[in-house]
């Protein structure tokens, strides 16, 4: 009795023909994919409506502990540093910091800021040096960082530079981000294309890490020295940076804030699919 | 006449065979795909005119329950308004949902609330082949006796001539002059400034970043304006060798617009480690032109079609940076008369 | 004819009364009674995607209403002035005064930026419900005789529609659409030989122009293509209306009837529900959803530009086309570049495919041989060629218009863009002709098994016998019948209306 419902269930439900089974499914697949990729781009969600950056409020402020105070070193802290470096690092940059040969460069003299900057983001320890560094979730904790600082320091370079993103100001930050940074990184810094290497979205950067990035030009990065970008306008892009994390989206939902191709999908498949589907209440359906 | 050999008539008959297969096979494919079963005459001959006239209480209930709560949120808007007239997602909420509400109103009043009719229409004929034949006749009619028709028909053209040059000469004298066209701000001793206004020394050019420079007291947004500026260490240096003397100590200056379609080339790709990574390199962000700053401005990927147009620069005795010469080609997308670099 | 006052009717109730007075004073002044009696039994067919082109009708409204509400505030003018509005990103930036006024229409204009964000969105709607209308009238066979000179005004509607877009949104001179000028600046430079001298008689100058291009691109968007698409709304909808509406065949629907639902009531109230409709999908987004935050896009300055610059999806098939295009530039004759790199794909492209577009219906005409009238609309299936070619066709040109869009998916993949476009400079000639040939099949299974293309019923019924053993029945239950073998043959010049 079971089996004849069953079976009169299984032929009675209409069945679309496998081809269009199968478009439909790359078709959903493909969105799925660009949905799920767009978002993995954005890193945080985005609160809607935002912040609306009017009549002189004050935009977010930066997270505790993102004002740069001197790294810490000791004997103890560089002694613990050479032997994490000995564990990860040596076999790429080399016992002496010296690099090797078409795998990695001389860590001699890079300073604090490009070690902070690499490894609480994750980008290394590397695990093929031909892959481009992305970020990655981080191997270290924070007090292996400070160590591994205090070692590569040891051998020279510049201290890590100073950042007080709430000292600068927002529009010099917009300013200055138009006219260095918005050709990799976006206008609202939801990162892009280049030829040869992708550029990352800025949404989980802190304050810290934009001015150690901007001093010392990570990957394929360009470096901005004090003389182009001094210090107010480094607070300021720190502080520009942060601001596009939650943009002031004055006019409603943001999609993403990339522009007019999200805005096109809206059109589409929001809505003009509701006003076809609208139409189809109205009208006949049968031909 | 050779005598028949046994081996080419064997291989005829199986190429025959085989073409004889192929054909059967086709037929069946043939037959078999094309089996459809017969169909009905495609034009229905029943009337299918008829008229419902609903007496449906409930959905005229619905009708005006919508048309209310449109009112409501219609008034809603006018409150929102006065509250504050910047809060664009209440202002559109409310008024998005008045329309939307009346939308479904009259749709559910042209459905269930109204009588619902299906007519039947005769669609006229739309060529009537004795009325285009009597207007046809009406036409010409109007030129009996006329005599002398080439005349006419000649001089009417001749005006239409003159009328339409007539018109046609202050459109034309609009007509742009190209001048300019080939030239920029950039001479010989223009200081190269940032967009501030504030001019670069050579020595403030550091290796590993890009600067945007703009002509001293002119247009900073005329095409010709903008330039990108690089230090590039010897051993990514490569220009030809007519172009040594354009790059003061490594400091080359490009024009900043692509010469594809004119965007604004604002990327710059500088390896932090060159073995595992790519070349200093310029890109464009609308197509993706990339350019060589180290080689003259050569195009290695991306529709350009043109090198990246170079200017020559000097340090003058104050150590400021300044244009050493005009640009030796045209600057921006190309067109027909374009003046093309030779290096 | 006497000089005193109308009579008045005494029966029925006062509103009719009243209601009957009125018509008679207003026949007594315009006689259009006849017109309106005509306009009042109309019918039109009742089919759901004939509603397409009234979806874009709609939209052209609320572009026009909210636009002269918009024209009231933009200043059409790029002298450089130092903006010192509510915004705090933008405080002290130079910036042209059409930006600023943007800007003012967007932060201090009373519900500026709903109206100004609901004109943007239903001119991105506008152009799709074209779009979509247009495949309608192509997979249906309605651009045929005595349809094609209507198909010819669509077409001429759909260009102007794309240009007027690109006009409006490149008013606001923000770093964006700026950044699409210079690539029109471009592309119109690419002409061969008038090309320099067409650029600058628009722009009045090299780029970025005179002062008065922007009071001249606001005169071509406000006024110039409005009142030419409104021209031409009006020939089309009249002569829609002089041949009747087409329809599919069915019950008692034949080629020399219409059948379907007077104007008057049922047919107008459901019109004007989708009017409602359209202006509210267009309002809630406009309220809800952010479109063009020109105030994150700064002000566009010759010597700036961003990542990930894009135009409007209805110009997006001409980025990608611009980006697939291999470096051919010339050849260089005489010092004269005859084909300049822009022109294939920003030129070249859109003339190849309006132009094929435009010439459709006569090449049907010349393949099928087919030169009769036809009032009777074909199910895409029943033409598998032609249904298989136009799906060829677009998938063409949507490929294209992928490249240009899609780069941000693909490296997420970790596919490199120079991997992208050697790919699709490919596979944009390999993929529509697979598409053609799957499309083709489809209609024949479709044609032969009968069903609705996503619930087609493919398959046998088995039987279970008594004594056991499977027999299968060889009817489909959604009915083998409705299949055409051939779709309908049209009215031959000459047929009278007895068929």
């Known amino acids: 009795m079971r089996r004849r419902l069953a079976r009169r269930w299984l032929q009675r439900r209409p069945r679309t023909p496998a081809r269009v089974r199968v478009v439909v499914a790359i078709l959903c697949g493909g969105l799925a994919v660009a949905l799920l990729s767009a978002q993995g781009s954005q890193g945080a969600a985005q609160p809607s409506g935002g912040e609306r950056v009017l009549a002189n409020k004050q935009a977010v402020a930066p997270a505790p502990g993102e004002m740069t105070a001197p790294l810490p070193s000791s004997p103890a802290l560089v002694a613990q540093g050479r032997r994490l470096y000995a564990s990860s690092c040596a076999s790429c940059h080399g016992i002496g910091l010296q690099g090797r040969r078409r795998i990695a460069p001389s860590l001699i003299g890079v300073g604090a800021g490009p070690v902070d900057f690499y490894l609480s983001t994750g980008r290394m320890p590397l695990p093929d040096p031909r892959v481009p560094p992305v970020r990655a979730p981080v191997k270290y904790s924070r007090t ?15 201290p890590a530079p100073d950042v007080d993103p709430s000292k600068g100001s927002l529009a010099l930050g917009l300013h200055e981000f138009t006219l260095n940074c918005a050709g990799c990184h976006q206008m609202v810094a939801r990162g892009g294309l280049t030829v040869s290497a992708v550029v ?46 939650h943009p002031d989206n004055a006019g409603g939902w943001g999609i993403y804030n990339l522009g007019p191709i999200p805005e096109g999908m809206v059109a589409w498949f929001l809505l003009a699919l509701s006003l076809v589907l609208f139409a189809r209440l109205i009208g006949e359906r049968t031909t | ?110 459905k269930l609330v109204v009588p619902q009719e299906t007519h039947v229409e005769e669609r006229g004929l739309l060529l009537k082949e004795d009325e285009v034949e009597e207007v046809a006749d009406i036409l010409e009619e109007g030129g009996e006796g006329i005599s002398r028709r080439a005349l006419l028909t000649g001089a009417a053209g001749l005006a239409g001539a003159g009328l339409l040059t007539a018109a046609a000469t202050p459109l034309a004298s609009l007509g742009p002059n190209l001048d300019g066209i080939h030239s920029t701000a950039w001479r010989r001793g223009v200081r190269l400034v940032d967009d501030k206004g504030s001019p670069y020394r050579a020595q403030d050019i550091e290796a590993g970043t890009f600067y945007t420079a703009l002509p001293e007291h002119a247009d900073p947004d005329a095409f010709g304006s903008g330039l990108i500026v690089v230090r590039l260490d010897a051993k990514y240096l490569h220009l030809p060798a007519a172009r040594r003397g354009w790059a003061p100590d490594g400091i080359l200056a490009y024009s900043k617009i692509c010469p594809h379609a004119g965007c604004a080339i604002s990327l710059y790709r500088y390896p932090t480690y060159q073995a595992t990574s790519v070349g200093p390199a310029f890109t464009c962000p609308c197509h993706y032109s990339t350019f060589l700053p180290g080689e003259g401005g050569r195009v290695v990927f991306g529709p350009a079609g043109r090198a990246l147009p170079q200017l020559p620069l000097m340090v003058d005795g104050e150590g400021w940076l300044r244009a050493a010469g005009e640009f030796r080609e045209d600057i921006g997308p190309s067109w027909w008369s374009v003046h093309r670099g030779q290096s | 004819m006497s000089a005193t006052r109308p009579r008045r009717s005494r029966s029925g109730s006062y509103a009719d009364r009243r209601f009957r007075l009125t018509l008679r004073r207003a026949e007594e002044r315009a006689g259009a009674s006849g017109g309106i009696k005509w306009f009042l039994r109309y019918v039109f067919p009742d089919h759901w995607s004939f509603l397409l082109g009234e979806i874009a009708l709609y939209s052209f409204i609320t572009l026009v209403a909210t636009g002269i509400y918009l ?83 669509g077409l001429t509607m759909l260009m102007l529609a794309v240009l007027e877009g690109f006009a409006g949104y490149s008013l606001v001179d923000d770093l964006l659409s700026g950044m699409g000028l210079a690539i029109a600046y471009a592309v119109v430079l690419s002409i061969p030989f008038i090309g320099a001298q067409l650029g600058y008689l628009i722009w009045g100058g090299p780029f970025p122009g005179s ?116 470096n051919w530039e010339g050849p260089v004759i005489g010092g004269h570049t005859l084909f300049p790199n822009p022109f294939w794909g920003g030129a070249f492209f859109p003339l190849i495919v309006f132009g094929f577009m435009y010439a459709w219906p006569a090449i049907e005409r010349r393949i099928t041989g087919d030169y009769r009238r036809h009032d009777l609309l074909d199910r895409p299936r029943d033409r598998p060629t032609r249904t298989a070619f136009g799906a060829a066709f677009m998938s063409w040109v949507v490929i294209i218009f992928a490249v240009g869009a899609t780069d941000r998916i693909f490296f997420q993949l970790y596919i490199s863009y ?64 409705s299949a055409l073998a051939e779709p309908p043959s049209g009215t031959a010049p000459g047929q009278e209306s007895n068929l």
């Open chain 1, 144 to 158: 292996q960082i400070d160590a591994l600082i205090a070692f590569v320091g040891s051998f020279g370079g510049p």
């Open chain 1, 200 to 245: 990352p979205s800025l949404l989980q950067a802190n304050g810290r890490e934009v001015a150690e990035a901007v001093r010392m030009g990570p990957y394929v990065m360009p470096h901005f020295n004090s003389r182009q970008i001094d210090q107010h306008a480094l607070d300021s892009l720190a502080r520009y940076v942060l601001w596009t994390h």
């Open chain 2, 1 to 110: 006449m050779s005598p028949p050999d046994p081996r080419r008539d064997g291989r005829l008959r199986a190429i025959s065979a085989l073409a004889g297969r192929l054909l059967a096979f086709r037929a069946l494919r043939e037959a078999l795909l094309s089996r459809t079963p017969p169909p009905p005459p495609p034009e229905g001959s029943e009337d299918p005119s008829e008229r419902e006239v609903p007496a449906n209480r409930r959905a005229e209930t619905g009708v005006a329950v919508l048309l209310v709560l449109a009112a409501l949120c219609g008034f809603g808007f006018t409150a929102a308004y006065a509250a504050d007239w910047h809060d664009t997602q209440v202002l559109g909420a409310t008024l998005g949902v008045c329309l939307a509400l009346i939308a479904v109103a009259l749709v559910l009043a042209g």
């Open chain 3, 71 to 153: 024209t009231v505030y933009y200043v059409p003018s790029d002298t450089q002035v130092i903006y010192h509005g509510p915004y705090v990103l933008l405080q002290g930036e130079q910036m042209s005064e059409a930006y600023s006024s943007v800007l003012h229409i967007s932060f201090d204009v009373p519900a500026g930026l709903l109206i100004r964000q609901t004109h943007h969105w239903a001119a991105n709607v506008f152009i799709a419900a074209i779009v979509l209308h247009v495949m309608r009238v192509f997979f249906t066979g309605a651009f045929r005789k005595p349809r094609d000179l209507n198909w010819m005004i």
């Open chain 3, 211 to 326: 002062g008065e291009f922007f009071a001249r691109l606001e005169i071509v968007h406000v006024l110039l293509i409005p009142a030419a698409l409104a021209i031409l709304i009006t020939l089309h909808l009249a002569m829609i209306m002089r041949q009747h509406h087409s329809q599919f065949p069915g019950k008692g629907r034949r080629e020399r009837n219409v059948v379907g639902t007077p104007t008057w009531p049922a047919y107008a109230l459901r019109s004007l529900g989708l009017l409602f409709a359209v202006g509210a999908v267009l309002i809630l987004a406009g309220g809800l959803i952010q479109i063009n935050p020109i105030w994150q896009w700064g002000p566009y300055h010759t010597y700036l530009s961003e990542n990930g610059a894009q135009p409007d999806w209805y110009i997006g098939w001409l980025i990608g086309a611009l980006r697939l295009m291999p």
């Open chain 3, 418 to 481: 120079e991997q992208q476009i050697h790919f699709w400079r490919v596979g944009v000639w390999v993929l529509p002709v697979i598409v053609f040939f799957l499309v083709r099949s489809i209609c024949r299974s479709l044609q032969r098994s009968g069903g609705h293309p996503l619930r087609a019923w493919e398959g046998e019924v088995l039987v279970r016998s008594p004594d056991g053993g499977f027999e299968s029945v060889a009817d489909s239950p959604e009915g083998r019948g």
